[in-house]
Structures are given as C-alpha cells and as structure tokens.
C-alpha cells in the first residue's frame, strides 16, 4: 500500500511501545506515534503529558501540553511538581518519547539555539521537560526527520542530554537510566552501539539506500553487521493514522495554532 515517508516514520515509531508501558509524550511526532500505538496495537498504554494529564486518550492529536482535549480524556490530571517529583523522578515511568531540532552521533539533543548560545541564528522553543524526561524516564525514544541539518556530527547545544561523549560518559555523571535506545526517522532506525554509544543503523525503511542515508546524515554513519528492512505500514496501520490526523484537521480547522503533523518535531 502507497505511503510516505513521514507515514512510515510514525509508524515504525508506533511499533515499539508495548500495551504495559507508561510513557511520557512529547508533542508533534512523538505523539503521532504513542496515540497510533495505543489505537492499534497498545490499547492500555498509559500516555502522560508534561502538563500533568496521566492516562490520557486523546481523540484528536493535541496542540500543545495545554490542549483542553488531554485533561477531557485523562484518568486523572495532576499538578506539573507532582509530575515531575513523584512520577518522573520516582522512577515510575517506562519510556520518554521526544522530539528536537538537532541530534548527534551519541544521542544529545538540541531543542535550545542554531549556533551559539550568546549569539544565536535561530532562538528555538527550548527543553521545557525534555532535560528531565531523557535523564529520568527508563529509556528514550526519540522521533524525527533525518538531514544533515537535523542530524550533526555534534549539537550546538545540549538540552537533553544523550550519551554525552560516548561510552560510560552517561554514568560517570550518575545518570542510571538507559538514556536514548531507539531513534526513528523517516529513513531508518538508529540504535547505540553497546560499548561506544554511538547510533549505528539497524533498520532501513523500504525504498530507501545506505547511500541515502549517508547523505542526509552529518556525521560517517555507521551501519550494524546485520541490518534489517523495516516492514511497511499495514493497510490497518495506515488507516488508522490516517483517520486521526484527519480528525485533528477537522477539529483545529481555522485555528492558529498549526496542526501536529506527522512529520513535526
């Protein structure tokens, strides 16, 4: 079945998360992928929002973290200390899913400034929770487009910090948690090589080459002995994503804010 890129990003995203995992979920992208899992096949995964909705089901993909549509459909909707100091730093939740403008080879994400810090090209949203999401979740996944702009030899600035400088640089900073295991692109799949932490490809998306990938990547990217091809999207798969973004469209019609897509980080 026909399909794009973004597509079959968002749903090689959706395919990793399990029915048992409680997951912290970042707008654009990473939520596509964690409301298609819990559409299909996830049904009682439990999807918590920086703004404290926990357990949320949402029929439309939000806004933002203040979408009213999380809090209608939460099991509960707690204040954002509680989140964080009993949630998030008790250990109690699975997987983080987030987004970002920029990663490099070892995981570390920006989502703070183009250029330098002082002098920035381009002034981005920042990190909001993502710092404490990739430091304080079991493990990360992280979503998005694949470009040498997106994907450099080193970020301009650390907002989420991955595996800093490779190896054991995570846990001599007393960082204990898994830190990033799967990236997901719209080209393939990444995962850290066991001992020097860099991402190395696992997984190529059909249609798509080594050579491809290579170009729209800002670092030599590495590729594992054994790397597979990611299946496509089902027809169950591709209707259901379809029929969400759909509704999102209908529901935030004449809106200003822009539609969470797929494809945004």
Request: aromatic share 6%; with cysteine; glycine share 10%.
């Amino acid at each position: 079945m026909d399909h794009s890129a973004v597509e079959m990003m968002a749903v090689a995203a959706a395919r990793v998360l399990k029915n048992e995992d409680v997951c912290f979920v970042g707008i654009g992208a990473p939520s596509v992928a964690c409301n298609l899992a819990r559409l299909t096949h996830a049904p009682n995964i439990t999807l918590i929002y920086e703004s404290g909705t926990i357990g949320t089901k949402p029929d439309v993909l939000p806004l933002s973290i203040g979408d009213p549509e999380l809090c209608e459909t939460a099991l509960t909707t707690v204040s954002v200390p509680e989140m964080f100091k009993y949630w998030l730093q008790g250990g109690r939740i699975s997987i983080g899913f987030l987004g970002g403008a920029q990663i490099d080879r070892f995981g570390n994400i920006n989502s703070s400034v183009i250029g330098s810090y002082e002098h920035p090209k381009i002034r981005l949203p920042g990190g909001g929770g993502a710092p404490e999401i990739a430091s304080l979740c079991g493990q990360t996944y992280v979503v998005m487009r694949q470009s040498r702009r997106s994907f450099v030899e080193r970020v301009d600035f650390i907002t989420s910090f991955g595996y800093g400088a490779g190896g054991e640089h995570r846990q001599r900073l007393g960082i204990h948690t898994q830190g990033p295991t799967l990236i997901v692109t719209d080209l393939c799949l990444l995962r850290p090589e066991p001992q020097t932490k860099e991402l190395v490809v696992t997984s190529i998306h059909q249609g798509v080459t080594r050579e491809d990938i290579a170009q729209q990547t800002g670092w030599q990217v590495r590729f594992a002995d054994t790397v597979e091809q990611t299946p496509p999207p089902t027809a169950t798969e591709l209707a259901v994503l379809r029929d969400l973004q759909a509704r999102t469209e209908r529901a935030h019609a004449g809106k200003e804010s822009a539609i969470p897509h797929a494809g945004a980080n």
